[in-house]
């Protein structure tokens, strides 16, 4: 059985999503959309009114996409928490490689681009942001008994997405994956360093809570 063809609304949403991550938002032009989904102006505005709509369109789609296309396919491939956390940003550094250091990731772009007034684009992009952020979230709740009593996993979860998306800018800007691989290696010692403090402080003697002879009772 063939597959289903897309629906006109699924090229635009399509188009839209390839576009704007290969020119920008700013850079695609309604005729850029219109051609490469292959449809007429009337079609368009059938399903959308603006093209801000369609960019909302595209940032609904990130999300019902993050966990079948991004987390679950790395969270597949094993059970250890940690590596599965590298196993998310092994994905991006595939990306990379796949599109010879020209990958960047549409999010992060579309944050950056999008004007800070565009308030229901960048609430939607920070859903995106907040998805992610709790898929490797899932991963610290399991490390939790492992980690120092302090550790705030919200914020370790959010210092993993910052590291990703910093490497992945660096990787793009120097046409290397090196400045990704640097960032990540330098992420592991970070889980390293708290894993083994803990595991350090497990191990130490506690002091005796015995009453030493000379406070006993005559």
Known sequence: ?????????????????YLFWERGYAGTSMAD??????????????????????????????LVMLRPIV????FASTNDPVAR????????????????????????????????ENRPAHKLIAEN??????AIRECLEQLKPQLPKNTDLDALAAYVLITMEGGVMLARSYRSVEPFDKAVR??????????SSHMTRSLKPQPS??????????
Not at 1 to 17: D, F, G, V, Y
Not at 71 to 74: E, G, K, M, R, Y
Request: aromatic share 10%.
């Open 129 to 134: 942001f907040q998805g992610w952020i709790a």
């Open 33 to 62: 959309l219109l051609a490469h989904a292959q449809v007429n102006s009337g079609s368009f505005y059938h399903f959308f009114e603006s093209k801000e709509a369609l960019l909302r369109a595209v940032l609904e789609e990130y």
């Open 186 to 195: 330098q992420l592991k010692q970070h889980f390293d360093l708290l894993l």
């Open 209 to 218: 809570r015995r009453k030493s002879a000379s406070h006993s009772k005559p």
């Open 85 to 116: 956390i590298f196993a998310v940003l092994s994905g991006y550094r595939e990306r990379i490689l796949m599109t010879e250091c020209q990958y960047g990731c549409p999010l992060g772009r579309l944050a950056l681009e999008i004007d800070p």
């Open 71 to 74: 987390i679950d396919p790395a």
């Open 1 to 17: 059985m063939s597959e289903k063809s897309p629906t006109t609304r699924e090229r635009l949403i399509n188009s839209a999503r």
